[in-house]
Each structure stands twice: as structure tokens, then as C-alpha cells.
């Protein structure tokens, strides 16, 4: 059986944990294959949010198993954390939350160094969570990583020490006014250990390929967005994982001809949260709508969403760079009162204008140009099929269909699980 991807198709939150638990009902396995507590995926049902950071999207379905993927890179801290917040869930972890056990741990001290280089930087900040992710994937790529695999080994505490070593050697280098309290921070994350160890540490490339034989359905779930790619993304303003498709390959070892559907989700309009360039950005009442109406604050920092009008160019790169075979698109509800809607179809650049994405879309390289749609009133989030769609909202759907060349099979209207409309 071959195995489904979901991933976001712009700058991240374009909410993949909404999907993610809707579709799980379908799937026998959800897999996580990049990123880590950086993420933030949040899910609503019964009247409750949920945000999940490091768990998999479908841990609140009954036989589901969630599965962490190597790709990933686990703070046990936030880890256990997120664990102790579902409590009172009944659920049990032991049988249905794995982990790799070539996953990569963040340990204290890349938190420090997280906070340090983005300090040294100034105003030229990532704007990163502050959550350890580009020194931890940077000691992956560097070979000085520990994984989960290595706490279980005898001289788990001498690799710890010596990595750790390494790194305050790196603090002291950067002359930081950074105050931390290594003892406290130490004996937190050893104890948040014994935790994650009580979970089934597992060889998970191997326990998909034989769920693949056995014709299990496997959803591999995407954390952050394609913008955010390392390779593909606005670099330097990017995360450090591959977000796209080819990261499920390498950050679950699932095969390039085992991928089935591709499902890519986009917001009906942009959103980014940190720093870099952004063309279609707002900064009128316009957008400063779209934020309050869409409670466009980040799940995992509370940090305000820069919002603006759907990109065209960057959807149609990220949609070819991922092989997205159907499209979701979520917050259409945010859009309802304004008269008018903006689509940007292409740049104007100094070459002329342009319909792909460019090396650099930075304000000085690239000035979007917009074709203008009629806007619909009414509240969507109460519709519960397309046929109840405004005539403008449907027209905006059959749009942007035809741009893309790609079906957009649920629309969402709204965060809760039961406000998710299929075509
Ligand atoms: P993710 O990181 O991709 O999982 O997305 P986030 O959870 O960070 O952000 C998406 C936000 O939008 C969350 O607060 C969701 O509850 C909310 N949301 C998801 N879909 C919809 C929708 O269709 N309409 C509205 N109004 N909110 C939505
Ligand atoms: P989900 O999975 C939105 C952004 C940060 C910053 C940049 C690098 O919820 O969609 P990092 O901490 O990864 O080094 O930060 O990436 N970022 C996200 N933005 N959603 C996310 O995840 C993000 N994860 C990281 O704001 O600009
Ligand atoms: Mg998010």
C-alpha cells in the first residue's frame, strides 16, 4: 500500500493538525517525518482546542498509531509536556505513540545556542521559535548528534557530556548576556527522559516497510511549510528540515515510488509568522482584519501572524516542488465581508514580469501583481456543503482550481473537526 503525504504549502500553520485529524478515521498509521517543537498543529473538537507539538495529529483516534519519524528532533522536556497535557484523555501512549529511534534529541544546551545566534544576529534574526531546531539538525548534518536510540546505551551520559561540553565551549564564543541555570535545565531533561523511554523506542523505518507489505495505511504528516524549506524555502529565513515531499522520503525512509497522494493545504490567503520576505504582505486595515478574524496568533509562541492576499507564484512553485496530486484549502471563513478579493498572479521584477518563483522575493527584487475577484458576506462557518457557498466564494474555489491544475478537495470553514466540507 502506498503511503499518503500531507504538508502546508506556504509559510506553515495553514492547519495541518485540523486535517490531519479529520483524515485519520481513513488511516491506520500517522507518521510525523520532520521538524520538531517548533510546530505548533492545533485540533478542535467537542469544543476543545488542542495544540500538539511533537505528537502526531491523529493520537485522538481510538486505533491509530502515531509514529515520531527519524526526521524529527525531540526536546524530551516539551515532549513529556505535551504528554502530561493529555492526561486525562485515556489514551495509551505505550501502544500507540512510537518513536524512532533515530530521531535526534534537543538537548538544553541547543536551546541556549538557539537563543545565542539569534541574539548575535540582531535585526538580521530568523525570527526562530527559540526551540533548539537549527543547532540540533545542525549536529545531525555536522554527525555530533545523539539520538533516542543512544540513551539506551551504556555510555548514553560520557556522549551527553562530551556534546554538552562542546556546546558551552560555542556559548562562551558567542559573548551572550544569555542567563540560564544548566543543574536546573539538566535535571529536567533527565527526568523528561524516563518518560520518552517508557515509550516503545522503536527501528520505525522497518516497522513501516512491513505495515506497507501488510497493506496498512499510512498518512505521513508534514510540520512547518514548503516557504520554510531548507533547500526550497526564502533562505536564510527558513527552518532547518526538508518540509517538502522528499522529507517524508528521508525522514521516515519511505520510498519515492511507495508516495501515493501528495495533500497540500494552503490558507485562503497568506500567513508568516518570524522574519523574511513576504510579497503579498499587508499592512493596512485589510490585513489587520484577516489576523483578528482568523485569530492569526502562533500556536507554539503566541507571536502575531503577518498576514496577506493568496500568492499564486509561490503556491504554483510549492505545488510542483511537492507533486501535490489534491488541495485543501482552510480559512476561506476568515475572507467573508470584504468586497473585494485579491489573487497575485505574478512579479514584476527588473527582468519584467514573472509567473515563477525567483532566487530572491525580497520587496526590492519583486512587486506582486494582483487580479481582483468579487468578495461574498455571508458566514460560511455554519455551511455544511458546497452547494450552500455563496455564488463568489464557489466561483473563488473554481478559480483557483483552474490556476493551480489541482482539485481542492475539502474546503474548511472553520477550526472544529465537523466544519470540514468535502468535493
Ligand atoms: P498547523 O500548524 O498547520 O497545524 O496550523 P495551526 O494550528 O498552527 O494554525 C491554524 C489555525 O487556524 C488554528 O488555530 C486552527 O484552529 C485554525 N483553523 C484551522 N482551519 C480553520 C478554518 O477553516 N477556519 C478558521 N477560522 N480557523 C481554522
Ligand atoms: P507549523 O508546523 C509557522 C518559522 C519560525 C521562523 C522560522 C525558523 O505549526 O506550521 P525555527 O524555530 O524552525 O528555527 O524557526 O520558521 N516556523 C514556523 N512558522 N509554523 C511553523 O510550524 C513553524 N516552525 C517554524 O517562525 O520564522
Ligand atoms: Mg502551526
Not at 500500500?1 to 509559510?11: H, I, K, T
Not at 495533500?263 to 499587508?282: C, N, W
Amino acid at each position: 500500500m502506498s503511503v499518503d503525504l500531507l504538508l502546508g504549502l506556504q509559510w506553515g500553520d495553514e492547519g495541518k493538525g485540523k486535517i490531519v485529524d479529520v483524515l485519520t478515521t481513513d488511516y491506520d498509521i500517522i507518521a510525523r517525518f520532520q521538524g520538531g517543537p517548533n510546530a505548533g498543529h492545533t485540533l478542535k473538537f467537542d469544543g476543545i482546542s488542542h495544540v500538539l507539538h511533537t505528537i502526531p495529529s491523529g493520537i485522538f483516534h481510538p486505533s491509530a498509531i502515531n509514529l515520531i519519524g527519524n526526521g524529527v528532533v525531540i526536546d524530551p522536556v516539551i515532549f513529556k509536556g505535551e504528554l502530561d497535557k493529555l492526561a486525562g484523555f485515556n489514551i495509551d501512549f505505550a501502544k500507540k505513540l512510537y518513536v524512532s529511534k533515530k530521531a535526534h534529541l534537543i538537548l538544553p544546551t541547543h536551546r541556549l545556542l538557539d537563543a545565542a545566534s539569534e541574539a548575535a544576529k540582531g535585526k538580521a534574526k530568523i525570527g526562530s521559535t527559540l526551540k533548539g531546531i537549527g543547532p540540533t539538525y545542525m549536529d545531525k548534518t555536522g554527525r555530533n548528534g545523539i539520538r533516542v536510540g543512544d540513551i539506551l546505551l551504556e555510555d548514553w551520559k560520557t556522549r551527553y557530556n562530551t556534546l554538552r561540553d562542546k556546546h558551552l565551549k560555542m556559548l562562551a564564543n558567542y559573548n551572550s548576556s544569555l542567563e540560564y541555570d544548566l543543574t536546573d535545565l539538566e535535571t529536567t531533561f533527565f527526568q523528561s527522559l524516563e518518560t520518552l523511554k517508557s515509550l516503545p523506542l522503536i527501528d520505525s523505518e522497518n516497522f513501516l516497510h512491513t505495515a506497507q507489505k501488510e497493506n496498512k495505511k499510512i498518512l505521513a504528516e508534514g510540520a512547518q511549510g514548503s516557504l520554510l524549506d531548507i533547500d526550497f524555502g526564502t533562505y536564510p529565513f527558513v527552518t532547518s528540515s526538508t518540509t517538502t515531499a522528499a522529507g517524508a522520503c528521508t525522514g521516515l525512509g519511505i520510498a519515492p515510488n511507495a508516495v501515493g497522494d501528495v495533500f497540500g493545504i494552503f490558507k485562503a490567503y497568506t500567513t508568516r509568522v518570524g522574519s523574511g520576505p513576504f510579497p503579498t504582505e499587508l499592512f493596512d486595515e485589510v490585513g489587520e482584519t484577516m489576523g483578528r478574524v482568523g485569530k492569526e496568533f502562533g500556536a507554539t509562541t503566541g507571536r502575531a501572524r503577518r498576514c496577506g492576499w493568496i500568492d499564486l507564484v509561490a503556491l504554483k512553485y510549492a505545488i510542483r516542488v511537492n507533486g501535490v496530486t489534491q488541495l485543501m484549502m482552510m480559512k476561506g471563513d476568515v475572507l467573508s465581508g470584504f468586497s473585494t478579493i485579491k489573487v497575485c498572479t505574478a512579479y514584476k521584477t527588473k527582468e519584467g514580469v514573472i509567473e515563477h518563483l525567483p532566487f530572491s522575493i525580497e520587496p526590492e527584487n519583486v512587486t506582486p501583481q494582483y487580479i481582483e475577484l468579487q468578495g461574498w458576506k455571508e458566514d460560511l462557518t455554519q455551511m455544511s456543503s458546497e452547494s450552500e457557498f455563496p455564488a463568489t466564494f464557489n466561483d473563488y474555489i473554481a478559480y483557483l482550481e483552474k490556476e493551480l491544475e489541482t482539485p481542492i478537495k475539502i474546503v474548511s470553514v472553520g477550526p472544529d473537526r465537523k466544519q470540514t466540507i468535502f468535493r
